[in-house]
Each structure stands twice: as structure tokens, then as C-alpha cells.
């Protein structure tokens, strides 16, 4: 059983978590370390953009403090270099790259409470810049980008409690809207953009303890609608779009504890039906779809705590199996596919605090082709 509840690991605490030590495959190199981010943080946002470096925003760090400041990673230096600063310091916020590249901060939480505002990253400036406020400030929501252009943010926590309400952002009006309203309160939610245009929202937390429910947004018209549930209720799970159009739920907490196992929803049916279990129970882990179609799935927290193991899906077979573990163990970070096919690892928190590390998932490669892959990336 989980002794605390997922806001409460989410807030600082587990920090006094024992971390079992993974072994590295022997003859395999899947993880190397990478250029450290200036400060160490959770609670933060990695975002791909045009060009291929990627924008690292705000979170908490080593004092407690909460992070204005923005960091982007050069693929090809292996370095962090400072961005910019956001308006309002601000953790468990969401980042969403829009089609004329910018990238919309929305929400969160910072030294003035629960957040409604929302600011704009502007690559070709380094600077962000505000734009209009949601009608609601919310924490653990989710912000998805739809075909249309505009996005989509759901559900969450806000000062009255857990959320229903959804809205729209408009880029080309800088103004948020309201949209339908979800059938169920949830936050630690999941949406994915289904290849239809409609948006899956699974799982998360709501005032009737951790959901199995899941809900279709539908863009022509505006709303809501219930679809089959999982077998599972969870939170903090991992929801994956597969090439052919299914979608991958995988792990998260339920009331028996840290979940190994997955589900597969199919929207030719809207149908969930199980698929393999990974090796361990893991809650707040990523799971990252690999350009030839397997599933990455990094660390988390486990029943032995900090997790540095990753499994590799399999939708060909329905299987996980292990691949190498990172260096270290850490929940709460963020995973990136970068252009070169590689992931991208940072932050998050682990035995030793807040992690300003990184690690690139390079693949499982030879003895031999280690070595020389290695040098080539330095």
C-alpha cells in the first residue's frame, strides 16, 4: 500500500526514500550522462522545439524555492544555457509548443498560490511575454495541442477543489475560452490528441478517490463524453499514442499501491483490454514513443523508492522488458524525444534531492559499437 497520498510525494516529500541500486545491462549501454542544467529542479517542463533544442521551464529546487528561470539544451554541445526569465515563478504547470513555435506556459503554483496566468516563450527573442489568463488557476492539469491549432486544458485542482471545467486557448486571439465541462472532477489526469482529432482524458484522481474512468473531448462540437473505463483506477499513469492509433496506459498508484501493469485503449472499439506488465510498479515515470514504435518508460517511484531501471514496450508482442537503467535514480523528471532519435532525461528528484542532472537514452547498443558511439556524441 501507498502511505501517502500522490500530492503529498509530488510536494517535496519523499526525499528520505531508500533507492535500490540497478545494475546496468552487461552488454548494453542504453543512458550517458549529458551537459547538467544550472540548477537542480522538479515540478518542471521540457518542450521540443523548432530547430531541435529544447526549452526547460521553472519548477522547484534545492531550497525549496520556486524557479523563474528557463534553460535550453543544444543537442548538439550537450550544454544548458539560460533563457530567459517567465513572469511568475511557478511548478506543476504545463508547456505546450504551438504551430508557429512558440511555447504557452498555463497554471501551476508559485509564491502567490494557484495560478491562472499564462505567458509565451519566444525562441527567435530568448524572452517570454504574457498573454490572456485562464478563467480558472489550476495545478496537475492537463494542456494538449489540437489539430485546429488551439489547446486544450483539463480538469485539475483549483481553489475550490478538484476540476470539471475545461477551456480553450486561442493563438491567434491570445484569449482562453470555456469549453464543455468533463463528466468527472480528476486531476493527475492523462489526454491524448487521438489520431480522429478527439482527445482521450483517463484516469486520474477525483473527489471519489482514483478513477478508472475515461472521457472523449470532441473539437466539432465542443463536448464531453463518457467512453469505456479502464480495469484499473490510477493516477500519475503514463498515456502513450502507438502508431496504428491505439493508446498505452501504463503504471501509476491505485489503492494496492505502485501499478505494473498496462492497458491498451482502442478507439475503433472504445474499448481498455490489458496488455503486458512491466517488470515493477512505477508512478510519475515518462513513457516516450521511440521512433520505430516501442515505448520508453524511465524511472519513477517504486516500493524500493527512486527508480533508475527503464523498460522498453513492445507493440508488436505486447511485452516490456528491461533495458539499461540510468545513472540514477529519479522521479518526477521529464523525457524528450530529440530529432536525433535519442531522449532527453532531466531533473526531478532522487536520493541525493533535486536533480539538475541529465542522461540521453541512446539506444541498446554492442559492446563494441559502444565505445565508438560514445566518443562520436561527446
Known sequence: MVAARPRAILFLAGISLVLTISTRTACAQSFKFTGSMTTGRIGHTATLLNGGKILVTAGVGPTFNFIGTAELYDPSTGAFSLSGNLAAARIFHTATRLNDGKVLIAGGIGYSGLNASAELYNPSTGTFSPTGSMATARIYHTAIPLNSGKVLVTGGIGSGGDLVSAELYDP?????????????????QTAT???????????????SGYLASAELYDPSTGFFSPTASMATRRDGQT????????????GGVGSSGYLANAELYDPSTGIFSPTGSMTTGRYLHTATRLNGGKVLVTGGLGSSGYLASAELYDPSTGTFSLTGSMATGRNGQTATLLDDAKVLITGGIGPSGYLASAELYVGLVSKTQTSSAFLADR
Open 172 to 188: 491567434s486571439s491570445g484569449t482562453f475560452s470555456p469549453t464543455g465541462g468533463m463528466a468527472t472532477s480528476r486531476y493527475l
Open 239 to 250: 498515456a502513450t499514442l502507438l502508431y496504428g492509433g491505439k493508446v498505452l496506459v501504463i
Open 193 to 207: 490528441l487521438l489520431n480522429s482529432g478527439k482527445v482521450l482524458v483517463t484516469g486520474g484522481t477525483g473527489s
